[in-house]
């Protein structure tokens, strides 16, 4: 249900904060006192396209939260929220609030999340039913009608395995599609992922080679400054006059000299003894490393053409010998779908053909359902349509069904049939589609009496009827009135109305008034109980007079006593 709703700076509205209770409400007021600023908010609230001209003169900015108590079990919201990154909340409450600035920014949110257009009104879909005197257009939409035909039969479960196999055969189509190439294109794609295939298989490429031969080409490249240090380094240690292996003996010696003249001397020639063997262990070490290095311009050919073969696959498929492995992967993959395509094409149409058989005998199953359906529901509204004035009225539903197997190309996910409702107010009339109803009275109380068939089945939590009791009145009105009450029994209900006799059986009463403040007009709107209330439909009646006075009270006893 709709818990709160508050409204700032919306046009007659500068701040005003609608506590509503459970149930059926009744908003009444005087034409032009802004009762339908409370449709407006909604809308605005719940993702409708904004006017900012909206916003009240003199304010930078409108706003609009509606707090909602979303503690139905199974809904759907509950899965959206969570899909869609949405903070769920806390105490099963759900806050939309929207904010429209004087420049035509709009920011929304749901709860504390930062929320899209499309996400409020998708979830404005759920929660909330609009029903005014120029807003049947959905009623008149043969998808819709579909939709009320199967809520009131039950039928989710039907219709969705029904959609389940629509969607599994536009998947199977869209994989049909993807196979579908002319023989000229299909060559060329065969020869590009054949060539791409055989050159990476070619370079029989190791993961982790590169390293290893961009360290072995480095030495191959610069193979002859190597040995020409090397040699150096060979030469100052061993072999040139006065190398230093040379030098450390003659040390050696004089320090042998010195401890035997001075035997204290002695620890002198550990040091220098331990050295010398470091230096010899060094050039044996580079002796070993210096063997190993040739000059071999073969090799570094050889070193060459390795190194610019890779990096030639890799400005090619990527930028390691991982992806070039990867790619050739993938190379192998297409060419392998493409090789057998003939035989994937076969599988996917023998798929496709048990798909449709599926298919036909789903939607054939689910248009049973519905023929059982329909006389059932026609008569239930017909009922409901004597109540609300119409004795004699006729209405029904006509359905037609796709009739081949071969037909079910143009097939959506509802099914193979299309409903049409079709009322006359009139004995001796046919019945014509509701489209060309001209009478939005009429529409109105067909609108009404398919609500209340509905009341069990249809699962929004909020009721929104904005004037729809035009054109009727006296015993009419009073059935109006009791009917909603009926339907508030599973769902809120709000009522704006110009009718005692319907505003009289709401659970609770606001009235919209305007008022003059610091020299500004504003709307206002408060629940009124008690005298307020009779006050209040006396005015509806006709007139502030005793006799008005004690007629709606009369009114509100009935009604009293009839609900108890």
């Known amino acids: ?165 629509v969607r599994r055969r536009a998947r199977i189509d869209a994989e049909r599609s993807a196979l579908v190439l002319d023989e000229a294109e299909r060559a060329r794609q065969l020869d590009r992922w054949r060539h791409q295939a055989a050159e990476i298989d070619a370079a029989r490429l190791q993961p982790d ?49 010195l401890t035997r003249l001075d035997p204290g001397a002695g ?26 290095i040739e000059v071999d311009p073969a090799r570094l050919q050889q070193l060459e053409e390795r190194l610019d073969l890779i990096h030639s696959l890799q400005r090619k498929y990527g930028g390691s010998i991982a992806a070039i492995l990867q790619a050739g992967e993938a190379a192998r993959q297409m060419l392998d779908q493409l090789e057998h395509q003939a035989s994937e094409a076969a599988r996917l149409e023998a798929e496709a053909s048990r798909v449709q058989a599926d298919l036909w005998h789903a939607g054939q199953s689910l248009s049973k359902l519905r023929r059982r359906l329909i006389p059932k529901l026609c008569q239930a509204v017909r009922k409901e349509l004597a109540d609300l004035g119409f004795a004699r009225s006729h209405f029904e539903i006509s359905i037609e069904s796709i009739a081949q197997p071969q037909e079910m190309s143009r097939t959506q996910a509802a099914g193979l049939d299309t409903v049409d409702f079709q009322f006359t107010a009139n004995p001796g009339e ?14 109105a109380r067909v609108m009404l009496a398919l609500k209340t068939v509905l009341a069990a089945e249809d699962e929004v939590p909020v009721l929104i009827f904005d004037e729809v009791d035009a ?68 005015r509806m009646l006709g007139g502030h007079t005793p006799a008005a006075r004690r007629h709606a009270a009369a009114l509100l006893a009935s009604a009293d006593e009839s609900n108890r």
């Open 430 to 443: 046919p019945p014509r589609p509701l489209r060309r109803i001209a009478s939005s009275g009429e529409m």
């Open 209 to 257: 080679e590169l390293a290893d031969l961009e360290s072995e080409h480095g030495r191959a490249r610069n193979a002859a400054r190597i040995l020409e240090l090397g040699q150096q380094l060979i030469g100052r240690l061993a072999e040139d006059e006065g190398n230093l292996l040379a030098g450390c003996g003659q040390m050696v010696r004089w320090i042998q000299e």
């Open 1 to 165: 249900m709709l818990s709160t709703l508050r409204i700032k700076n919306l046009a007659l509205v500068a701040d005003l904060t609608l506590e509503l209770s459970p149930g059926f409400c009744a908003v009444t007021g005087e034409t032009g006192a802004g009762k339908s600023i409370l449709i407006g908010a909604l809308n605005l609230v719940l993702g409708e396209r904004a006017d900012r001209t909206l916003i009240r003169s003199g304010a930078d900015a409108c706003a609009v939260e509606a707090l909602f108590d979303i503690r139905q079990p199974h809904a759907p919201w509950s899965a959206f929220l969570e899909e869609n990154g949405l903070d769920p909340g806390d105490s099963g409450q759900l806050l939309v609030r929207r904010t429209l600035t004087s420049s035509g920014a709009s920011r929304q949110f749901v709860n504390s999340s930062p929320a899209t257009l499309p996400q409020l009104r998708q979830l404005g879909e759920w929660l909330v039913d609009f029903h005014g005197p120029h807003d049947h257009q959905s009623l008149l939409e043969p998808a819709r009608q579909l939709d009320i035909l199967d809520a009131y039969g039950r039928l989710a479960e039907a219709r969705e395995a029904f959609a389940a196999l």
């Open 267 to 292: 620890p002198l020639a550990a040091p220098l003894e331990d050295g010398a063997g470091r230096l010899r262990d060094f050039q044996n070490t580079l002796s070993h490393y210096l063997d190993r």
């Open 471 to 538: 054109n009727i009145g006296g015993e009419t009105a009073r059935v109006v009135g009791e009917k909603m009450r009926r339907i508030a029994r599973r769902r809120q209900v709000l009522c704006i109305t110009h009718l005692a006799p319907v505003a009289v059986a709401a659970n609770s009463h606001y009235m919209v008034r305007k008022e003059v403040a610091g020299g500004r007009t504003l709307t206002a709107i408060d629940r009124i109980e008690g005298e307020d209330r009779v006050a209040e439909l006396a």
